[in-house]
């Protein structure tokens, strides 16, 4: 039922993700021709931080696309298909399991895309690879952030309408590009990540967070009907 449900918004999503390829192509494509010196490391910040762009549009833009795919998700099992979802897993704990496991997915396969995107370009236009071990690091803390921002919106939909739910998510990626405050923005806007190596205590509260988060929400579903 898992790979079924999967499937569905796989196809359903085609163009969303074609749409999603041809702008990140387009702004590698600024990216790489803006740059003196092609390397990984600065085409990586470039289009996740503000090494070109002195409004880091590229990072909202890859931001908010994540969270709309992720509540676009959302939104389609609330409205249309709850009733017969539930009525097949039998039980609202393994109903949740679900939408938790595509949010993985979605993030691992989003993250995984996009610095494939970048190694081409690089490769394109002939740049090094010779990585920084802050590079390195926050290929990893992007994809934590995500995740836990992906797993923080499927909770909040259980609350809230998924268009608040995507504003509060998304002021938490965007906020700390203007204001240096503890959010998980902190760990992805890459250019900021750069100026320090992040602390190992994040993967501490990585854990702790998706800890906390999946427990309010089997509490959630577990007290009332949310739907």
């Known amino acids: 039922m898992y790979l079924y449900d999967m499937k569905n918004v796989w196809r359903q999503n085609k163009w969303p993700w074609i749409f999603w390829l041809v702008v990140n192509i387009f702004l590698l494509f600024l990216i790489v021709s803006s740059l003196q010196m092609i390397n990984i490391n600065l085409v990586w910040e470039s289009i996740m ?121 998304y002021g938490l990626l965007i906020l700390p590009v203007w204001v240096n405050i503890p959010f998980p923005g902190k760990y992805s806007f890459v250019s900021y990540a750069f100026g320090q190596y992040v602390q190992h205590s994040y993967l501490l509260f990585f854990f702790f967070t998706i800890i906390v988060w999946v427990f309010l929400a089997i509490r959630r579903i577990g007290r009332q009907n949310f739907f």
Do not use: D
């Open 49 to 169: 931080g503000n090494r070109v762009f002195s409004l880091p549009f590229p990072y909202f833009f890859i931001c908010g696309f994540y969270l709309l795919l992720n509540g676009n998700y959302l939104y389609y099992q609330r409205s249309n298909m709850v009733s017969l979802t539930l009525t097949r897993f039998t039980s609202r704990e393994r109903w949740l399991f679900g939408k938790l496991l595509y949010t993985i997915l979605l993030c691992f396969i989003y993250c995984l895309l996009l610095i494939l995107l970048v190694h081409i370009a690089v490769f394109l236009k002939h740049g090094s690879f010779n990585y920084n071990n802050a590079t390195i690091c926050t290929f990893f803390t992007v994809f934590l952030t995500f995740v836990i921002c992906g797993i923080c919106q499927s909770v909040l939909t259980l609350r809230v309408k998924p268009i608040l739910s995507f504003i509060i998510v």
